[in-house]
T-cell receptor, first 112, second 113 residues
Framework: AQSVTQLGSHVSVSEGALVLLRCNYS??????LFWYVQYPNQGLQLLLK??????LVKGINGFEAEFKKSETSFHLTKPSAHMSDAAEYFC??????????FGKGTKLSVKP | DTGVSQDPRHKITKRGQNVTFRCDPI?????LYWYRQTLGQGPEFLTY????????KSRLLSDRFSAERPKGSFSTLEIQRTEQGDSAMYLC???????????FGPGTRLTVL
């Protein structure tokens, strides 16, 4: 069975600091992995996705994630946080049939 | 704009009433998904359609829930005899096929009093 664990329900960083949001997955098949961002009372917006091509995936708004099979991880990073990055971030894995299995989310706060 | 749209955005109802939500996917997308998101949790899969065929239903989808996608276009999700535990955000997503990127709508927030 597939599952996703996001370490840290809440992460706080200062503006300009590195953002690191952690995601570990479990999958019995080669995984497709996704990061989505959700702003309050809105739907989810895709940040980036991994589909077994390059292990370092670049997404929108300066975010990127690295697929590490040996560590079953897909952590999300951004070199310099901006106030507009404050939101909730969800990591998800897609089994073969296509529905997404989400982690519980990490709420990112950015301090001025 | 040809994104996923959902209607209504908010719904307040009394326990025991029936409610129906609508989702209009991105045109030409074959797959349509419904998810439910409660406070502090990630979205949980409910069901999905490939064109007009409902291919899978989660155990979360009790007998009070029914979903349709007539003609493979828009979809409706109906909840009968609502309970307070049904209060959640209901999200719809669509994709071209299989494991393609899913694009989400803004969601319908249901509050059951």
């Amino acid at each position: 069975a597939q599952s996703v664990t996001q370490l840290g329900s809440h992460v706080s960083v200062s503006e300009g600091a590195l953002v690191l949001l952690r995601c570990n997955y479990s999958s019995s098949v080669p995984p497709y992995l996704f990061w989505y961002v959700q702003y309050p009372n809105q739907g989810l917006q895709l940040l980036l996705k991994y589909t077994s091509a390059a292990t370092l995936v670049k997404g929108i708004n300066g975010f990127e994630a690295e697929f590490k099979k040996s560590e079953t991880s897909f952590h999300l990073t951004k070199p310099s946080a901006h106030m507009s990055d404050a939101a909730e971030y969800f990591c998800a894995v897609s089994p073969i049939r296509g529905n997404l299995i989400f982690g519980k989310g990490t709420k990112l706060s950015v301090k001025p | 704009d040809t994104g996923v749209s959902q209607d209504p955005r908010h719904k307040i109802t009394k326990r025991g009433q029936n409610v129906t939500f609508r989702c209009d996917p991105i045109s030409e997308h074959n797959r349509l998904y419904w998810y439910r998101q409660t406070l502090g949790q990630g979205p949980e899969f409910l069901t999905y359609f490939q064109n007009e065929a409902q291919l899978e239903k989660s155990r979360l989808l009790s007998d009070r829930f029914s979903a349709e996608r007539p003609k493979g276009s828009f979809s409706t999700l109906e909840i009968q005899r609502t309970e307070q535990g049904d209060s959640a955000m209901y999200l719809c997503a669509s994709s071209l096929d299989g494991r393609d990127t899913q694009y989400f709508g803004p969601g319908t927030r249901l509050t059951v009093l």
